[in-house]
């Protein structure tokens, strides 16, 4: 049922670090490429990284910077360290794979991440 399982959310301050881990099942993560959702209050989901099977990342402008996203192929997770954070990071991160031929996406239930002033 839960495909990709997240990890690492929590509550910290303003400026402050955070690591969160994406475990996947090893047929889902070698055949796409994974990122990072987040959806904060009153607003659409949106992308914040993306690496692909290569190890190629893009970032949304808003983490640019401050956020990296990782992949362990050995251990079948993907990785987003949140440094400098804001109370404008505060949402629900969720992980994401992208499978193609034919596409299809498998989503974590998601972590909560909350950035205290």
């Known amino acids: 049922q839960v495909q990709l399982v997240e990890s690492g959310g929590g509550l910290v301050q303003t400026g402050g670090s955070l690591r969160l881990s994406c475990a996947a099942s090893?047929?889902?993560?070698?055949?796409?490429?994974m990122g990072w959702y987040r959806q904060a209050p009153g607003k659409q989901r949106e992308l914040v990284a993306v690496?692909?099977?290569?190890?190629?990342?893009t970032y949304a402008d808003s983490v640019k910077g401050r956020f990296t996203i990782s992949r362990d192929n050995a251990k079948n997770t993907v990785s987003l360290q949140m440094k400098s954070l804001k109370p404008a990071d505060t949402a629900v991160y969720y992980c994401?794979?992208?499978?193609?031929?034919?596409?299809?996406?498998?989503w974590g239930q998601g972590t909560q991440v909350t950035v205290s002033s």
């Open positions: 090893r047929s889902i993560f070698s055949s796409g490429n």
């Open positions: 994401n794979a992208e499978i193609l031929n034919p596409p299809v996406h498998y």
């Open positions: 690496i692909t099977r290569s190890g190629m990342t």
